[in-house]
Nanobody, 123 residues
Framework: QVQLVESGGGLVQAGGSLRLSCAASGRTFSSYGMGWFRQAPGKERAFVAAISGSGSSTYYADSVKGRFTISRDNAKKTLYLQMNSLKPEDTAVYYC????????????????WGQGTQVTVSS
């Protein structure tokens, strides 16, 4: 069982930066692939970024590539998402998720989800 708690969301102007964190419980954090997803009003939850258990492999949606960076600290059992050059279209609730795998880009392969944190980017 894994429990996930996101933090770090907020209101930021376009071009600004935010860093999201996701604190995990449980003893085997490093065995889980982790992902970030986001959901804007009226839209489906969409893949943002994922990372393997060791952190050696990362994956990004095309829309955030070059602007967002996913990372993890297994000793602290924490997942991060550094978001730079934010755009109004990045506005959404951001969720972290865990799966017993390599860090899939598909939301259907994730077993555990956090409650989400709101990110709002003003123009």
């Amino acid at each position: 069982q894994v429990q996930l708690v996101e933090s770090g969301g907020g209101l930021v102007q376009a071009g600004g930066s935010l860093r999201l964190s996701c604190a995990a419980s449980g003893r085997t954090f490093s065995s889980y692939g982790m992902g970030w997803f986001r959901q804007a009003p009226g839209k489906e939850r969409a893949f943002v970024a994922a990372i393997s258990g060791s952190g050696s492999s990362t994956y990004y949606a095309d829309s955030v590539k070059g602007r967002f960076t996913i990372s993890r600290d297994n000793a602290k059992k924490t997942l991060y998402l550094q978001m730079n050059s934010l755009k109004p279209e990045d506005t959404a609730v951001y969720y972290c998720a865990a799966q017993r795998g390599y860090g899939s880009t598909s939301k259907y392969e994730y077993e555990y989800w956090g409650q989400g944190t709101q990110v709002t980017v003003s123009s």
